[in-house]
């Protein structure tokens, strides 16, 4: 018997009881920056369901996605593996490999062990709405083989450009929303930018909010998994209008015409902050199925982004990819970098716990964690078994005890692409190195991030002991990976 399936058998053996039969809901934003939310720094944007969220539960303030991009992030969230094991490593397309498929990232092998698989197997009503990026439908990343009962939402990270698309999937059936579907990139060089001339029938983010209400109902007399990966606020920008005017027109004096990609916008400003609203809604709307189920104190809620805020659109022009003005919001309240990037404005993500009696209610906690964690303490609060060949730690203790955490490997990133970038965090400084696969690269950098979370301050001259221990966790760690090759530095 192979080591999951003995795995799996151990797992259906386990009993959940009525003490460990937790409700648990994953909510995850798409490109959310760590200021872009209310409780986090932000001032602009109106975020009030998810500043509710916190003063009931605790913000960490030093948690980071497992990669800086999509896939790789939720392949981290997903496996529990950090990118040095973990199978999916960058955003590759699934035909570069398997030409059968048209749609769907490079996709993880049939024998990747997800925290879902772990939660179906133990009787547990699963589902996943959003995107998920991990595979397409029928290849071995298939959501459905992975421990989803229910996946409903975009298959493939490319389709989730668009908000109005032509369809989505429900399992394994394409359900068509919209006759005249609005691609997710085009120009407008010259002539009037008009928002109506992106919207279609069907605005895909409502759909997903109705399945997930749907999913808590039918579920509410057994415990449930609900993975909920929104799309919200991944460009492009295209809510629809009647919400737009929930902001000043004020804001925006210059259109917005597809020059940093995806479409153009009238008022980009406006259309950005009212796609955050809406994510904050569909966290409103979730909490209000839950309590109307009864099961809203009996379900722990996490809230987090995949990565940093959107990045930077080039020289000479004030946008970010997509019309994000990510200044005017200060989308990363102050940390250095954006999506793409190691450093802090690139990985550190705004994320929220909810689970009253256990987490203290308007709580701050600074114990540095990241996605790999996320398997070992979800299966922890439910009193699941998990695997114990996972990279991540469980994070409970810390979470609801304030119990410092002990890892016997550190945070550590390996991420291919963006020119190549390694990064590792030991204890309060992290030591890092871009640009390895350009023709110069980067130096060695540290910082102290306990004292300058901005990383405005290199101190790798003072410190060649972590760069050496940095190294050497790295080629410990990141053993030779063939589709996602990035040659580890040494010190």
């Keep these: 018997m192979k080591p999951k399936l003995l795995l799996w058998s151990a797992v259906i053996l386990a009993t959940v009881s009525s003490a460990s039969a937790l409700n648990v809901v994953f909510i995850l934003a798409d490109d959310l920056g760590y200021g872009e939310v209310g409780v986090f720094g932000q001032k602009k944007i109106r975020t009030p369901n998810l500043d509710q969220l916190a003063r009931e539960g605790t913000k960490l303030t030093q948690h980071y996605s497992g990669a800086p991009v999509c896939a790789p992030a939720r392949c981290t969230l997903m496996t529990g593996k950090h990118l040095g094991h973990a199978q999916i490593r960058g955003n590759r397309q699934a035909k570069l490999s398997f030409p059968e498929y048209n749609e769907g990232q490079h996709p993880i092998t049939a024998d990747a062990l997800t925290v879902a698989s772990v939660f179906q197997k133990a009787g547990y009503a699963t589902g996943a709405i959003g995107k998920w990026g991990l595979g397409p439908v029928g290849s071995t990343g298939d959501p459905n083989e992975h421990g989803f009962d229910l996946f409903f939402g975009y298959n493939c990270q490319a389709v989730a450009h668009s908000y109005y698309p032509r369809y989505l999937w429900k399992n394994d059936q394409r359900i068509e929303i919209n006759k005249k579907p609005i691609p997710g990139h085009l120009k407008k060089p010259s002539g009037e930018v008009k928002a109506e001339d992106y919207i279609s029938e069907t605005y895909a983010p409502d759909l997903?909010?109705?399945?997930?209400?749907?999913?808590?109902?039918?579920?509410?007399?057994?415990?449930?998994?609900?993975?909920?990966?929104?799309?919200?606020?991944?460009?492009?920008?295209?809510?629809?209008?009647?919400?737009?005017?929930?902001?000043?027109?004020?804001?925006?004096?210059?259109?917005?015409?597809?020059?940093?990609?995806?479409?153009?916008?009238?008022?980009?400003?406006?259309?950005?902050?009212?796609?955050?609203?809406?994510?904050?809604?569909?966290?409103?709307?979730?909490?209000?199925?839950?309590?109307?189920?009864?099961?809203?104190?009996?379900?722990?809620?996490?809230?987090?982004?995949?990565?940093?805020?959107?990045?930077?659109?080039?020289?000479?022009?004030?946008?970010?990819?997509?019309?994000?003005?990510?200044?005017?919001?200060?989308?990363?309240?102050?940390?250095?970098?954006?999506?793409?990037?190691?450093?802090?404005?690139?990985?550190?993500?705004?994320?929220?716990?909810?689970?009253?009696?256990?987490?203290?209610?308007?709580?701050?906690?600074?114990?540095?964690?990241?996605?790999?964690?996320?398997?070992?303490?979800?299966?922890?609060?439910?009193?699941?078994?998990?695997?114990?060949?996972?990279?991540?730690?469980?994070?409970?203790?810390?979470?609801?005890?304030?119990?410092?955490?002990?890892?016997?490997?550190?945070?550590?990133?390996?991420?291919?692409?963006?020119?190549?970038?390694?990064?590792?965090?030991?204890?309060?400084?992290?030591?890092?190195?871009?640009?390895?696969?350009?023709?110069?690269?980067?130096?060695?950098?540290?910082?102290?991030?306990?004292?300058?979370?901005?990383?405005?301050?290199?101190?790798?001259?003072?410190?060649?002991?972590?760069?050496?221990?940095?190294?050497?966790?790295?080629?410990?760690?990141?053993?030779?990976?063939?589709?996602?090759?990035?040659?580890?530095?040494?010190?």
Excluded at 376 to 396: E, R
Excluded at 401 to 426: D, F, N
Aim: glycine letters at 10%; aromatic letters at 10%.
């Design 208 to 491: 997903m909010v109705k399945q997930a209400e749907e999913f808590i109902s039918k579920n509410k007399n057994k415990p449930f998994f609900l993975y909920l990966a929104f799309i919200e606020p991944h460009v492009a920008m295209h809510p629809p209008l009647d919400r737009l005017d929930q902001y000043p027109k004020d804001w925006d004096d210059t259109a917005y015409r597809g020059e940093c990609g995806y479409l153009p916008h009238p008022r980009p400003r406006a259309a950005y902050a009212t796609m955050i609203s809406d994510l904050d809604r569909h966290v409103g709307a979730v909490r209000k199925a839950l309590d109307v189920a009864g099961v809203l104190d009996e379900t722990l809620i996490v809230f987090t982004s995949d990565n940093g805020a959107t990045h930077e659109g080039g020289p000479g022009t004030k946008f970010h990819i997509g019309g994000c003005d990510a200044d005017f919001f200060d989308s990363t309240a102050g940390l250095r970098g954006y999506k793409g990037s190691v450093y802090e404005g690139g990985m550190r993500v705004p994320t929220i716990v909810r689970l009253p009696g256990k987490v203290d209610a308007g709580g701050e906690n600074n114990t540095p964690g990241y996605f790999p964690d996320w398997f070992p303490t979800l299966c922890s609060v439910a009193g699941l078994q998990a695997p114990d060949d996972l990279d991540g730690v469980n994070l409970w203790p810390a979470i609801t005890g304030g119990v410092k955490i002990e890892r016997e490997t550190p945070m550590l990133w390996v991420y291919p692409e963006y020119g190549g970038q390694v990064a590792v965090r030991l204890g309060d400084f992290k030591v890092l190195r871009r640009g390895l696969k350009t023709k110069k690269p980067g130096g060695w950098e540290v910082y102290n991030i306990a004292k300058d979370p901005d990383e405005t301050t290199n101190i790798a001259s003072e410190h060649h002991e972590l760069i050496e221990r940095a190294a050497k966790v790295l080629a410990e760690q990141a053993p030779e990976n063939q589709k996602f090759p990035l040659a580890i530095p040494d010190a």
